[in-house]
């Protein structure tokens, strides 16, 4: 029953922005992705002290300002997205070189049973801290916790990072952004139809909850309604992989010939290691 719960299509403020809530999160990475080249082209290697700065001011000002807590988007979504594309920067601008180094070692060794424990607990913190801290402002802190588990995976040093390499989780993670843009679209037009087939049988598929004090309709909690959401997780898989080859070759066609030639004429160049100076 708890894992219907998590699945539920609600009809809350962000519901109501647009046809399909999560897209939201592309103009609000947009603009990030332009805010951070302009950084980085003005302050050059002291580009990570403003990184710092939006690190900081952003979670402060989510704190102040914010009625929503972290679940926020068509009001305070960019600084939400400055919060954690910031800390991601960070992360990337001080550890990568290590990180890269760290993990050629461990991947060639094998897993380590200390970093399989490591592993282990840090998925324990993510269930515990998202379980808890959804609905208050502890949720705020989720950037700098999953900042935290981006550090300890990225050095791909136990076995679930092991299981996470394998062909299928590869190809889940390949797929994992265009999930996101399509499975609340995919979902809502499966409860349409188990809608439907619930007037006509009555098989009890979808039922009426209430989701974060807004009223909801989502899958039901008898085994038909977990067989229905199974059928939506493969539906929103598929649908996923559709659109991420879509996207892919239509993109491909205008964006690698300019990336080749860039890459080209910087492949000769040494690396500026910009962290370090």
């Avoid at 998925?123 to 935290?148: E, K, R």
């Avoid at 049988?201 to 807004?214: F, M, N, P, Q």
């Amino acid at each position: 029953m708890a894992a219907n719960l998590l699945l539920l299509q609600g009809v809350g403020f962000e519901d109501r922005l647009t046809w399909n809530a999560p897209s939201w999160s592309i103009s609000a990475e947009f603009f990030a992705y332009l805010l951070f080249a302009g950084v980085v082209f003005v302050a050059g290697a002291r580009a990570w002290i403003w990184f710092v700065a939006a690190a900081v001011t952003a979670p402060l000002f989510l704190l102040g300002f914010s009625t929503h807590h972290m679940d926020v988007s068509y009001d305070f979504g960019f600084i939400r997205c400055l919060y954690g594309f910031s800390l991601g920067a960070l992360l990337a601008w001080f550890q990568h070189d290590s990180i890269a180094g760290a993990r050629q070692v461990l991947v060639a060794n094998g897993p380590r049973l200390s970093w399989t424990l490591a592993e282990i607990v840090m998925v324990a913190v993510i269930v515990l801290f998202v379980s808890l801290a959804g609905d208050n402002d502890a949720g705020i802190a989720a950037p700098l916790v999953f900042a935290l588990a981006l550090f300890l995976f990225a050095h791909e040093g136990g076995w679930i990072s092991a299981l996470l390499r394998t062909p299928f989780m590869l190809t889940l993670g390949a797929l994992s952004y265009s999930i996101y843009m399509v499975h609340i679209f995919v979902q809502a037009r499966l409860i349409n139809v188990a809608g439907l087939v619930e007037r006509k049988l009555g098989l009890g598929l979808i039922g009426d909850i209430v989701l974060r004090g807004e009223p909801a309709t989502g899958f039901g909690a008898s085994w038909t309604g977990t067989v229905t959401i199974v059928v939506m997780l493969a539906a929103t898989i598929a649908a996923s992989w559709v659109t991420w080859h879509l996207g892919r070759n239509a993109c491909n066609g205008l964006v690698s010939p300019v990336v080749e030639a860039h890459l080209t004429h910087i492949a000769g160049q040494p690396r500026v290691h910009v962290a370090q100076k």
